[in-house]
């Protein structure tokens, strides 16, 4: 905020939740530039209720998340729009790794167990999870948070990796590329995903999805929550298809489904993935960065 404060007139929103579609059309028209975050609704009808009042013509995204915002709406109406990629690949990448471990080790049932007085002690056949170390990692998404989850598996955990991306991906270290995600999901005994949010992604995590992976196994989401059919989830999970699940975001955040909070066997986070001081800083000053670039009439570093 010192940063841009030295730089531009700035305006800054007290409020925590995000921009409803019509103040995010009042937004484009009132300010030359915009650094929205999750939650902002810069969606096709923002674009089109401002129509040709339309002031801004950038959009420096705070996140590296960018489907609350219409690209090709802010495109065609002039508006530029940048993310925060690589900021947040490792910080992700360890809330990954949280939850992995997490579920795998059934810490957040121990916790809960522990807080409210009824853990009686040791016993040998207590709590017993999944040993994470040599399991097999199945990644779906191979981009740079993706890749940064399968280092920390293959050279921390000696897992096998392998991983389900659009497109042929190579990668430089051990790791297998597999031709579906059914294929993915029954051959894995863990399944994180790493994609992006957006229409293409949308629901990619299907209840077929769901009903090829074994009985044994864990889902693990840290990438947005629109990308997996939650009721599908939810239904795989109440059945006794899949082991367990650690989730880091929601179809329909803040909102978490009532029947996700009561499976015991599921870790969830309230989108913890870049939630670190540093992360958050740095990110802040990528999007800061864009916004000078566009100031200086130069390519946005970032852009969409």
Avoid at 110 to 125: D, F, S
Avoid at 189 to 215: Q, R
Wanted: glycine letters at 10%; charged letters at 20%.
């Amino acid at each position: 905020m010192q940063a841009a404060r030295a730089r531009f007139e700035v305006t800054l929103r007290e409020a925590e939740r995000g921009l409803l579609v019509d103040e995010a059309a009042q937004a484009l028209c009132d300010y030359d530039a915009i650094l929205p975050t999750l939650g902002d609704g810069f969606a096709a009808g923002a674009f089109a209720q401002a129509g040709g009042d339309i002031r801004c013509t950038v959009l420096a995204n705070f996140g590296v998340g960018y489907n609350h915002i219409d690209v090709s709406a802010a495109l065609a109406a002039g508006v530029q729009v940048s993310n925060t990629p690589g900021a947040v690949t490792d910080a992700t990448a360890d809330i990954a790794m949280t939850l992995i471990l997490s579920t795998c080790r059934r810490a957040g049932e121990g916790e809960r167990m522990v807080r409210a007085g009824q853990w009686h002690g040791w016993a040998p056949t207590q709590m017993l999870g999944m040993h994470v170390t040599g399991k097999t990692v199945g990644i779906v998404g191979m981009g740079r948070i993706g890749q940064a989850i399968a280092r920390r598996c293959h050279f921390g955990f000696e897992m096998p990796v392998i991983y389900y991306n659009r497109s042929v991906k190579e990668v430089a270290f051990p790791a297998r590329q597999v031709e579906s995600l059914t294929e993915l999901a029954a051959q894995a005994d863990i399944v994180v995903v790493a994609v992006p949010g957006g229409s293409e992604t949308h629901n990619l995590l299907d209840a077929d999805v769901f009903a090829a992976m074994k009985p044994s196994s864990i889902f693990v989401n840290i990438a947005r929550g629109d990308v997996v059919d939650e009721p599908a989830l939810i239904a795989a999970l109440q059945a006794g298809q899949i082991a367990g699940a650690g989730l880091d975001v929601y179809a329909q955040e803040p909102a978490v489904p009532d029947a996700l909070k009561a499976i015991e066997n599921v870790v969830l986070l309230p989108h913890l993935g870049t939630a670190a001081l540093e992360v958050r800083e740095a990110m802040g000053q990528m999007a800061l960065d864009n916004l000078i670039a566009w100031d200086e009439g130069r390519a946005l570093p970032q852009a969409v």
